[in-house]
């Protein structure tokens, strides 16, 4: 069974290794083939349909000689495309980006903690009276009723997500995942919905 790398879509590592344990070629195109991988860094499989140039058939090519002799024509599962929060300012929005691409490398803890400074770097922009450490402007904006509570549950579990990225034992993937929704959701409210909401109230006037 031949090696190469590959961009998993199962668990999003880049360029990881993989492992092509078969290939079938379609039955209406010689130069066709679905290539079974599995992903060295989650262990899951997934299917690459490749055109191939022809010689050795695409499994049994190790390394460049993969990628040199074959066209990537699909790969199932289809990778997740990126989220998409319109109208984030610079800071925020660079925050964020950086949380998507760390953990699409499947660095957890990086990813931890690019989420929760896309958090505070809102919570300062938004809420330029509360002062201090993360911990004390949530709670100050929590007394000051300036967020719903649901939203400082929210903010409460990305702070211990940051805390646990940059201090103590690396995250688990669920719970990036889980900080990297719940940013979402709060940058979703904070930014982009009421921007929406504006826009569709002049478009009213």
């Known amino acids: 069974m031949a090696t190469t790398y590959f961009n998993c879509p199962r668990c999003g590592t880049k360029k990881t290794g993989v492992t092509m344990v078969a290939s079938y070629p379609h039955s209406t195109w010689t130069h066709a083939f679905s290539v079974v991988a599995v992903c060295h860094s989650c262990?899951?499989?997934?299917?690459?349909d490749t055109i191939w140039a022809g010689g050795k058939r695409p499994d049994t090519l190790n390394g460049d000689a993969f990628h040199e002799a074959t066209m990537i024509n699909d790969v199932w599962p289809a990778y997740e495309a990126p989220a998409m929060i319109e109208f984030l300012p610079k800071d925020v929005a660079k925050a964020f980006i950086e949380g998507e691409e760390t953990l699409a490398n499947n660095h957890l803890s990086s990813a931890?903690?690019?989420?929760?400074?896309?958090?505070?770097?809102t919570l300062k922009e938004q809420h330029?009276?509360?002062k201090g450490v993360l911990n004390t402007r949530i709670r100050a904006l929590e007394k000051q009723n300036a967020l719903p509570k649901v939203l400082i549950d929210l903010l409460d579990t990305?702070?211990?997500l940051g805390n646990d990225g940059a201090h103590d034992d690396d995250p688990t993937k669920a719970?990036?995942?889980a900080g990297r929704d719940f940013t979402r959701l709060f940058l979703t409210y904070t930014y982009?919905?009421?921007?929406?909401?504006?826009?569709?109230l002049a478009g009213r006037k």
């Open 43 to 48: 262990k899951d499989p997934f299917l690459i």
């Open 112 to 121: 931890a903690v690019a989420y929760r400074k896309a958090i505070e770097r």
């Open 128 to 130: 330029v009276e509360a």
């Open 158 to 160: 990305i702070r211990f």
């Open 175 to 177: 719970d990036v995942i």
């Open 192 to 200: 982009e919905l009421p921007a929406r909401v504006e826009a569709a």
